[in-house]
C-alpha cells in the first residue's frame, strides 16, 4: 500500500485576469485534516463536481513523458469522477517565477479547486499561493519543500525504477558502455542516474556509464529541447555506448533520435514511451522506466471527490506500484526473469537503491 513519507500551447497572463489554455526530481509537514470540495472559491456550491485546475510543467501535453503522464491522469477523472470542469496551463520556457505564482493564482481565482502543479519547479510558487488561498487545496507532483495544511506532496522512488532499467541496460550492452542523459542536474533528476548507475554496476561491476546533463539549474530547457538531447546522446553512441537512458521530459525524443541513427538501443522515462513516442522510433526503445504520475494525480483527484483527502506526503515506490519497468516491444523479454528478481529483492529491503548519484 502507499505509505505517507514525503509541465503544446503556453499559458499566458492578460490583462483583467483573464485565463487562456494552453517533460523530467525536505523534509515535509503531515497534516492529518481532511479536505473538503470548496464551495466558497466560487461563491456556490459544485453540486456537478468540481472544476480542477492544472498546471503543466515546460512541454505541457503531448511531450510524450511526464506531462503526458499527469494528463493521462486528468483525463481518467474526467470519465470516472464526474468532474464539473477542467482547466489546463502550461508552463513557458525561461519563465519567472512571478508567472508561475500567477497561473496557479488565476486558476484558484477561477474557481478551480482543486489545482495541481506538476513539477517541482512550482515548489515556491505553489508553497506561496497555497497560503493565499486556503480554502483551495493544492497538490504538486515531485516536489516536498513546500508544505501547507492544503498542499499534497505526490513524490516518487524514481531511483528504484531506474535501477531496474539500469541492469536491462546493462544485461542488453554487447559493448559493456551505456549512457544517461539528464534534463537538468537537479536532485531529482540525480535521482534517476543514482538508480541507473546502481542498477548497471549490479551486474556488471565493471560497465563504463557515460553521463550528460542537457542544462543546470535555473536554466530548465533541458527538459524541452530534442536537438540538445540528440546531440548529447550521438555523443556516447559514437564513444561506444550502445544502451542510453534518459531522464529528460521532451528532449528523450532527440535521444530516441540519436539511438535510431546508431543502430543503439534507448530506455524511456515516465511513460511507456514504446508506445507514446513517435512511430519511427519506438522501435528503438528496450523499455522505459514509467513513473506513474498518471495513478499519483487520479488518486489525489479521488481522494478529493471523496472527502478523503490527507493533504502532506504520499510516496509511489516500487513495493506500491509507482515505478516500473515496461516490456512493450518485446525486447526485454528475455531477461524479465532477472528484474523481476530483482524487484522482488527491492520490495523486501534486501536491496537499498541510492536516491544520490555519487
Known amino acids: 500500500m502507499l505509505r505517507n513519507r514525503f509541465g503544446r500551447l503556453t499559458a499566458a497572463v492578460v490583462a483583467g ?4 489554455g494552453a517533460a523530467a526530481c525536505g523534509g515535509s509537514e503531515e497534516p492529518t485534516t481532511s479536505a473538503k470540495p470548496d464551495a466558497s472559491a466560487s461563491g456556490a456550491p459544485q453540486e456537478k463536481g468540481p472544476k480542477v485546475g492544472l498546471a503543466y510543467d515546460i512541454g505541457g501535453r503531448g511531450d510524450q513523458s511526464f506531462n503526458d503522464a499527469a494528463a493521462a491522469g486528468l483525463d481518467k477523472a474526467k470519465t470516472e469522477l464526474s468532474l464539473a470542469d477542467t482547466k489546463e496551463l502550461e508552463a513557458g520556457n525561461g519563465e519567472t517565477e512571478a508567472a508561475k505564482e500567477e497561473r496557479l493564482r488565476l486558476l484558484a481565482q477561477g474557481g478551480y479547486n482543486p489545482v495541481i502543479a506538476i513539477g517541482f519547479a512550482y515548489s515556491a510558487s505553489l508553497k506561496k499561493v497555497a497560503a493565499e488561498f486556503p480554502n483551495v487545496q493544492f497538490a504538486i507532483v515531485d516536489d516536498a519543500a513546500a508544505t501547507g495544511p492544503n498542499i499534497s506532496n505526490l513524490l516518487f522512488a524514481e531511483q528504484e525504477g531506474s535501477y531496474l532499467v539500469g541492469a536491462a541496460a546493462a544485461l542488453k550492452s554487447k559493448k559493456e558502455h551505456i549512457g544517461f542523459v539528464g534534463g537538468v542536474q537537479v536532485p531529482l533528476i540525480q535521482k534517476f542516474q543514482a538508480g541507473f548507475y546502481a542498477g548497471a554496476k549490479k551486474i556488471k561491476p565493471d560497465i563504463q556509464i557515460d553521463v550528460k546533463y542537457l542544462t543546470q539549474p535555473p536554466d530548465f530547457t533541458g527538459f524541452n ?6 546531440t548529447a546522446a550521438q555523443g556516447m553512441f559514437d564513444a561506444g555506448a550502445d544502451v542510453v537512458y534518459h ?8 535521444v530516441f533520435e540519436a539511438a535510431k541513427s546508431a543502430k543503439g538501443l534507448a530506455i524511456g522515462v515516465d511513460s511507456d514511451q514504446a508506445k507514446t513516442a513517435a512511430p519511427e522510433v519506438q522501435g528503438v526503445i528496450m523499455t522505459s522506466m514509467i513513473k506513474k504520475v498518471d495513478v499519483a494525480v487520479f488518486d489525489f483527484l479521488k481522494g478529493f471527490t471523496s472527502n478523503s483527502l490527507k493533504p502532506g506526503t504520499t510516496v509511489y515506490d516500487l513495493k506500491a506500484g509507482g515505478v516500473d519497468y515496461s516490456t512493450t516491444g518485446g525486447q526485454i523479454d528475455d531477461i524479465k526473469a532477472q528484474l523481476d528478481e530483482l524487484k522482488q529483492k527491492i520490495v523486501s529491503g534486501e536491496i537499498v537503491v541510492p536516491d544520490k548519484a555519487s
Open 17 to 20: 485576469g483573464m485565463l487562456m
Open 225 to 230: 529541447d530534442p536537438a540538445k538531447g540528440k
Open 247 to 254: 531522464a529528460a521530459g521532451g528532449s528523450g525524443g532527440g
